[in-house]
């Protein structure tokens, strides 16, 4: 049995290393890059690279574990099995071989690690070989060779250990019961742990250097993780020819040629330390609701009444990703899909931190729980967020909940934070995304029987008392808070899914920079935020073709939003909601404001498809 567990072991660890040994093949490859990097850096490559590595490891034994199985209660033939995991040893071999040598000569010109986009290439082959420099091709043909001799050359070594001997029931049960524990494991690894998160490309994402993170990632879990991903996003709702859809929305972009500066300036300083705090699940229906006689979000309420209130602000989406997305990079939802999860697609989407860091701006993330969730870490070191915290850096006395540590705690941590970024003297963006109140609204709290409206008051508390913590500091004096909803909730639970009301969320700015308290009462959308903001600090904000300065007196009002099955336009004479699945109009009372909504998708699914 010894030998049978053996096996297994050292097909899991002989792959991990097969795998882990790519980094410094990769890093060596791209000297010219990788030799500005310190060792420590390059050793992390390696490091955080071990969890995709373990997943193709886990993937490769998954096979060997069922085979082990089966030889504990039938007699397998030794010389059969060995040529048949030979055989199955060089596919693998072969397989991840050829990855990694197309892999490390396309890097160079692509910029990312390879994925499923390959294969649109590769359906004509006849142009596909006619671009390939034949130089480069029989160098890498050499190199992806050795590689695949030297894994077979391993595997080979490792299948002296597998017996195909059977046992009787006594002694095979027990046995069984390891090898499915084994099995377990093999399970976890490739889940990637056993967190919220499954295993994706942001899991080894660490550094605010692409190339760091590009290297740490496993080429063959990228490609594999990509297929089936691949779509044709610019043939998905096409409502006009091109040259009309473009014609249309020339006329609602935000980065119009003609423009005009805002009205109106908010702030008393052009240079503020920026805090966005996105608030989870926030919803207009929320914050305006009592229970038990008390508002649920008491904080909320008078915030709205201390600092810039905008009574019409709309979320782009009902999801996390789609909404922080919408609020950091001024980029609109989409339907059934999330330009979040499409890592080779977000790095050229424009950020709010990305402009900050140009005019100086040190920019840094918070989030108490998993931000490899929705390929969130990913996201963000790839549009222009310095320094990432989140629950695998943390660390507190009291434990996290589900979904990672409560608002209470996170919310003295982060207000810390401001004040130590304060002190350092240099301009700053910081970032802070809540998480009690989210399903299973389990918080360390009691103030209503119902379980939803508790969670949000105590959400609503721990922001709100933060605040009244940093107005107490020098810190406050330079500070602009925003603080948004990432997306909508529905409540009452007798709220459709794709009404205005159901995306209506509150935006509030506040902090010492604002300079006095107003209510705007212009429809506007989270895309919007980006703009409105920069052009306040007299930023440029031309690559953020989506997102309209809410005060420019030339650009169009409206809030959009996009969910499962079609989109939702709303701005001051009412709103249209289009329904994907039928095709036609479910409620309006506008109907101009559909060729809005169909040209907004239709330019978001051709603006993807080209990224």
Request: net charge negative.
């Amino acid at each position: 049995m010894k030998k049978k567990l053996a096996f297994l072991f050292s097909t899991f660890l002989l792959t991990t290393v097969l795998m882990a040994v790519q980094k410094p093949i990769f890093l060596l490859y791209y000297v010219d890059l990788s030799s500005a990097c310190s060792w420590q850096e390059l050793l992390e490559v390696v490091w955080h690279g071990l969890s995709l590595d373990m997943t193709v490891a886990g993937y490769v034994t998954a096979l060997p574990v069922l085979v082990v199985l089966l030889s504990l209660w039938v007699t397998l033939s030794n010389i059969f099995m060995r040529r048949f995991f030979m055989t199955y040893f060089s596919l693998v071999s072969i397989f991840s071989s050829l990855i990694f040598a197309v892999d490390i000569a396309l890097y160079e010109h692509w910029g990312f690690r390879i994925d499923s986009t390959i294969l649109i290439y590769l359906s004509d082959p006849k142009d596909a070989l006619a671009s390939v420099d034949w130089g480069l091709g029989i160098r890498q043909f050499l190199f992806f060779a050795a590689y695949a001799v030297i894994m077979c050359y391993g595997y080979y070594r490792l299948l002296r250990f597998f017996t195909g001997e059977s046992y009787p029931w006594r002694k095979a049960l027990p046995w069984s019961v390891v090898v499915l524990l084994l099995g377990g494991f093999d399970f976890l690894s490739i889940r990637g742990g056993v967190g919220a998160s499954t295993a994706n490309v942001s899991k080894v994402c660490f550094s605010s250097n692409l190339f760091l993170n590009h290297a740490a990632i496993n080429p063959v879990f990228s490609f594999l993780s990509s297929l089936g991903k691949s779509e044709d996003y610019g043939s998905m709702y096409r409502f006009y020819e091109e040259e009309e859809c473009r014609a249309r929305f020339d006329k609602i972009r935000g980065n119009r040629a003609d423009a005009a500066a805002p009205a109106e300036q908010l702030l008393t300083t052009s240079r503020p330390n920026v805090v966005f705090i996105i608030l989870e699940s926030f919803a207009r229906t929320v914050m305006d609701e009592t229970s038990e006689g008390k508002a649920v979000m008491p904080h909320m309420q008078r915030l709205k009444g201390e600092g810039v209130w905008f009574e019409n602000m709309f979320a782009n989406s009902f999801r996390t990703d789609r909404g922080e997305v919408a609020v950091l990079s001024g980029f609109p939802a989409q339907t059934r899909h999330s330009i979040m999860k499409m890592a080779t697609k977000c790095s050229s989407l424009p950020s709010v931190a990305r402009s900050l860091a140009k005019a100086g701006y040190r920019t840094s993330f918070t989030y108490g729980g998993d931000l490899n969730f929705t390929n969130q870490s990913a996201y963000m070191y790839s549009t222009g967020w310095q320094e990432l915290f989140w629950q695998k850096n943390l660390s507190f006395d009291t434990p996290a909940a589900d979904w990672g540590y409560d608002d209470r705690v996170m919310c003295q941590y982060f207000g810390d934070k401001i004040v130590e970024l304060d002190r350092e003297g240099r301009p700053f963006l910081t970032g802070f995304l809540t998480l009690s109140s989210h399903v299973p609204f389990d918080v360390p709290y009691s103030k209503f029987a119902d379980k939803e409206l508790n969670a949000f008051a105590f959400s609503d508390e721990c922001v709100g008392e933060m605040l009244d913590r940093l107005k107490q500091t020098e810190a406050w004096k330079n500070l602009l808070v925003v603080l948004v909803a990432d997306h909508g909730f529905p409540y009452p639970k007798t709220l459709a899914y794709n009404v205005p009301l159901r995306h209506r969320i509150p935006m509030i700015w506040t902090g010492g920079a604002v300079r006095e308290p107003r209510v705007v009462e212009t429809y506007a959308s989270q895309i919007d935020i980006a703009a409105t903001l920069l052009s306040q600090m007299g930023l440029p904000h031309d690559d953020f073709e989506y997102s309209k300065d809410i005060f420019s007196p030339s650009t169009a009002k409206f809030g959009y939003y996009a969910f499962n099955d079609g989109f939702g336009v709303v701005d001051s004479t009412g709103h249209v909601i289009w329904d994907a699945t039928t095709g036609v109009t479910a409620d309006s009372d506008a109907p101009r404001l559909e060729e809005v909504g169909r040209t907004m998708l239709q330019t978001t699914y051709s603006d993807i498809a080209r990224r």
